[in-house]
């Protein structure tokens, strides 16, 4: 990434316009004349170009992207929440939740409560496809019934196997799955942290949206060309940083 730094002191900014932002003039053009060297210098100060190979600051390191993960959790509420109810009938049913189960046992207990349920449609999931199911969405039915998954190999046996501490209050499957939809760990954004409150924002563009400073202020920010930004109407000033770096002290 490309950058700009002012010989003078050595300081690094963001770009041209990250310079005219911390010293409150309109040079950007100029700076960036400069350090194409078509002119010497912009008041006094020589600029450079700089070059950055590092990761892209304030990104956290995700495979999937918050969308991809809202959809996962979100979108998928309804086939969610119907299998859940399926696994909630056979947790009524036992007596040893606790117990380890190989996929195949556990896979029939289900198909077994399912037939009990006044359902048009029934789950019958198989060894293999509950496997599949459960694994994937680990991180609900964990939250949803305590379940724990772990991965063994016997003399007469290789996969995975299941166990559930269930808990004794209602559970809401929709809070469940609205929280892991919205969880501020999951995703590829840059979320933010406005330091005067320690307010947290998904984004730059909730950021945005919500306090109504102008997003290149926002940038700049966090990325260190400036100190504070500015609301537009009441001229109140806020401190942000990536929360990646904030995290990271």
Known sequence: MTRVLRVSDGKIFSSPRGVALAVGKPIARDVYFCCKRYIPEVDGETYEWVYDDSEDRGR?????????????????????????KFIQAWLDRIDDPHRWRRSAELAAEVCDAAKQLDETYKWEPNATSISKHLHAYEKFYAEAFGMQEKYITVPNYRGKIYKFVPKKAIVDFAKILHNLGENKNYGAGKPIIRLNDNAWFRSMTQAEEL??????????????????????LTGEKMEFRYATEIDNK
């Not at 306090?211 to 537009?232: A, K, N, R």
């Open 211 to 232: 306090t109504q400073v102008p997003y290149y202020q926002l940038f700049h920010c966090c990325e260190g060309d400036i100190d504070y930004c500015e609301v537009p």
């Open 60 to 84: 956290k390191d995700f495979a999937e992207s918050y969308w991809e993960r809202r959809g996962k959790w979100v979108i998928r509420t309804y086939v969610l929440e119907w299998r859940a």
